[in-house]
């Protein structure tokens, strides 16, 4: 999976949000009945729509799961510091 998610990051650059990049870290196959990605990084809350469905549409195509239903999942990383008060 993070292959995959390192392929598409390349083919179609992440977006910015408040002049930062949105950096999708890694992708792991959830541990559920139907088919689910969980993708992790930074401000992945920030993700555009637009580019959540590109991610979906990628892997379907990479992975060749046309007809299969897969659902992605952001998850974005706590902030190691936040509990410091910075």
Do not use: C
């Not at 949105?22 to 990084?41: C, M, N, R, V, Y």
């Not at 637009?50 to 706590?78: A, C, H, M, R």
Request: charged residues 25%.
């Amino acid at each position: 999976m993070h292959d995959r998610l390192n392929g598409a990051l390349d083919d179609h650059q992440h977006p910015m949000s408040n002049n930062r990049r949105i950096k999708p870290t890694f992708a792991q196959q959830a541990k559920s009945d139907s088919l689910s990605i969980i993708i992790h990084g930074n401000q992945t809350d920030k993700l555009p729509s637009s580019y959540e469905k590109y991610l979906k549409n990628y892997f379907i195509d990479k992975l060749d799961l046309v007809g299969i239903p897969i659902k992605i999942t952001l998850s974005t990383q706590k902030n190691p510091f936040d509990w410091m008060g910075f």
